[in-house]
């Protein structure tokens, strides 16, 4: 029988899960794929660090040492760095080699040109785990594609933010404190930046932009806020009025307008996001034949991942040579509206002055300096600009309106 | 360009849904296959009534015309009765044809035939639209099985009664009241029998089970219950204790032992299935690597459907002959056993008489002659074949425990 040699880039949480469930799962892989997996090198940093790896392995500190393997067909990338992970990825291209990778931030920075290197190479990229970890959102995205045509895709992607805001609603803690809980846990770093501000999910965003629309905005004019403006007592506010902060990367196209952002939001509870609790992802995908479908699961963790980087690895051995995620992109970079054109509604906190803009419509009083309004996104940022105090936050879900007018009528 | 000829067997809700999309979306198809889909045949049952199709096609209520037919490619069906459909498409596999159904009664009962007679044609066979309708159930499953070992799957898998159980909780409607309204709304036919008893989520769960498990239960041996039992009063009780009833199929197989189940549950409200309302389907899938996955969409309508069916179109044409779902069926009809050996939570209804076997704990009394009791499946069914007024219905959702004993303390 022979043999698919694999060599895997960086033995962290992602790598070591992948390497365990190669073994664990040998059997299984070996009956789909029709030969057997080995991994034939792995690739680490620190050569005193004390792992548990087969003697037959190279364990090496040198990406040369893996390019100059006589065998090598695929390559998995388990880094969290960009670069110089980038290059030992084109370089495994050029060899010939499919690559699996779960690094989303050098996948949002160097995606596009790898997946043009594979094509030109016959070989395939897998980036499952780049995204919402073992759920399979990549994968049903290209199965939508094959015919669907997509109109937005919604999802909490960030898992750290999201156990964060579900503490603090459930504990009744402040962010300070949900944010230690989550560092406790194990799920977020001692810098927890990435998460907290929105880039972890800005760079998936940009990911799943590129897959389902063959294009990505301009990086810089993409709204992205993170959740460390959410207090305790906005999120008390917003579970009176029966809604939940979620953050949500949020990427859709209409009439050739692609918008993106990745922010807090209120969701209501008709909205198949408002329970996703903890440090669960879900995304929520419209298009046009199926209308809408949600997946929801584990966004993170060894073993979830390293399902995801497994199915990467059946995907590229079955040898489909990258063509899709290569839409037309003859309108990337579209420019973004600043005024949206459609109104929507909004939490404003901090909005003690009533002289606004008549556009704007105050549709229920919360509490002392909080309303319901319904506008224009430019209007209410307008306003804001003529109030430092005001913060505001879109509600979404499709009930929210009748919820708001039933209780307006009360 | 070479053309691929498909023929449509039935022109009810799923077929025309399919013709017109294949029309509405020829580009996208031509794209992905690299070749031109082209509907060569319909086969109808009533010439007389009138139908939009186009000249080219033959349409005809003669199957022999059908396979007669110079080129055929793909036959998709979408009939409603089992016989003598399973006829039809056991004559197109041996011609040579690709096959696509979205006929669950017809598919449970004789889909290992038809994937066991495609594999020796090096055929295949397309049967994602036989469940949950527009979610992509199979094809997640087939791409889960690649690796994971899946332990469990449940599902809410008809949409009429989770409506009707919906609409009865919602708008404190009786049975019989809220099946009208689903009537009315075209969620249900005249003769609901086959969705309120729970043969169509019976038949889903046996194709589940099958691609799953590689086995399916004896069918005589599955518990099979419908909502019909289910009354307001019931709902109402439910909704206090912080549960809904949800008509529930799960398939489970833990040390050899295969459990199906399809039956109304109470659901608690960290369970992913109790906040799925309306016509809505989900189905969540424990597995043992990503564990569990929930999706959620659209389980039936002509547009999710035909989305199913064309992705089974990519999935067949890209001829990947069959070998899936057939996974070692050494153990099949294994016998399921009676005696449940795991305490569960159960709603006990129509308990007066509290001289009740002392294995069986009653922990809670919800109110006259309602209990939430503790206990094993078989104590429970002992207590009623005692007691003919006693109804009880298993609970589920992780954290019910804490919830009750919550309750209990207070």
């Not at 160097?110 to 043009?116: A, C, D, I, K, V």
Request: hydrophobic letters at 40%; aromatic letters at 6%.
């Amino acid at each position: 029988m022979s043999v698919i040699k694999v060599a895997i880039l960086g033995f962290g949480t992602v790598g070591e899960g992948f390497y365990r469930t190669i073994q664990s799962h040998a059997e299984e892989l070996t009956a789909v794929l029709g030969k057997k997996v080995e991994v034939a090198a792995i690739l680490i940093k620190n050569k005193q660090k004390e792992r548990d790896i087969n003697k037959d392995v190279l364990v090496t500190t040198e990406f040369t040492d893996i390019l100059n393997l006589p065998q090598l067909d695929v390559v998995v990338e388990a880094i969290v760095d960009k670069d110089p992970t980038y290059i030992f990825l084109k370089k495994a291209i050029e060899r010939g080699c499919h690559i699996i990778t779960a690094n989303k931030e050098m996948f949002a920075h160097y995606g596009q040109e790898l997946l043009e290197l594979a094509k030109e190479h016959h070989v395939s990229v897998g980036y499952e785990a780049t995204v919402a970890g073992g759920i399979p959102v990549i994968q049903t995205l290209r199965q939508l594609l094959n015919v669907n045509r997509v109109q937005q895709v919604q999802g909490i992607l960030n898992g750290t933010s999201n156990f964060i805001l579900t503490e603090m609603r459930e504990k009744k803690l402040s962010f300070a404190q949900a944010l230690r809980a989550a560092q406790e846990n194990g799920f977020a770093e001692a810098d927890p930046t990435n998460d907290v501000e929105g880039f972890d999910a800005f760079y998936k965003a940009m990911i799943l932009s590129r897959l389902a629309f063959g294009e990505e905005p301009n990086w810089h004019a993409v709204e992205r806020l993170g959740i460390t403006s959410i207090t305790r007592e906005l999120i008390d506010t917003a579970e009176r009025l029966g809604l939940r902060f979620k953050h949500i990367a949020s990427i859709s196209k209409s009439s050739h307008q692609l918008k993106v952002s990745v922010k807090p939001v209120l969701v209501g509870n008709e909205h198949p996001l408002y329970h996703v609790e903890g440090v669960q992802n879900a995304v929520n995908i419209s298009s046009d034949i199926v209308g809408q479908i949600t997946l929801q699961g584990p966004g993170a963790g060894m073993y979830p991942t390293a399902s995801a980087v497994i199915e990467d690895l059946v995907y590229v051995c079955q040898n489909r040579p990258e063509s899709q995620g290569l839409l037309s992109t003859s309108e990337t970079n579209t420019a973004i509206s600043d005024l949206e054109q459609k109104e929507e509604n909004w939490l404003l906190a901090g909005l003690f002055n009533n002289a606004i803009d008549p556009s704007i419509k105050l549709i229920e009083h919360v509490e002392d300096g909080t309303w319901i309004a319904k506008g224009k996104k430019g209007e209410i940022e307008a306003l804001s600009t003529q109030n430092n105090e005001l913060i505001f936050f879109p509600i979404i879900g499709e009930y929210e309106k009748e919820q708001i007018s039933a209780r307006v009528a009360l």
